[in-house]
């Protein structure tokens, strides 16, 4: 039971691993907020056409539930080392 408990820890650090690259990757794909005149001017530009989502839209959502998905993998890897 301990070495399968062991396992399952080294799996959630791997996962922690990988979710963290593909959150690096996500954020890096964003734009600036600040890019061109529309930032100097302070007015957004929308970016859906017929209701659906634009680029930008669909990487901030990506961005975000990777982002709960990295903390959450991160409290279980603090509980599971007794660093919680």
């Known amino acids: 039971m301990h070495?399968?408990?062991?396992y399952f820890y080294y799996?959630?650090?791997g996962l922690q691993f990988l979710v963290g690259?593909?959150?690096i990757i996500v954020v890096?794909?964003?734009e600036s907020k600040?890019?061109?005149l529309t930032g100097q001017i302070g007015t957004t530009v929308a970016t859906s056409f017929k209701g659906k989502a634009g680029r930008e839209e669909r990487l901030n959502e990506m961005a975000r539930n990777t982002?709960?998905?990295f903390?959450?993998?991160s409290i279980l890897v603090a509980i599971g080392s007794?660093?919680?």
Not at 3 to 6: A, E, F, G, K, L
């Open 67 to 69: 982002a709960i998905v």
């Open 21 to 23: 690259i593909v959150l």
């Open 82 to 84: 007794g660093r919680w």
């Open 71 to 73: 903390m959450v993998i």
């Open 11 to 13: 799996l959630l650090m």
């Open 28 to 30: 890096t794909m964003q």
């Open 34 to 36: 600040n890019e061109g």
């Open 3 to 6: 070495t399968v408990m062991h």
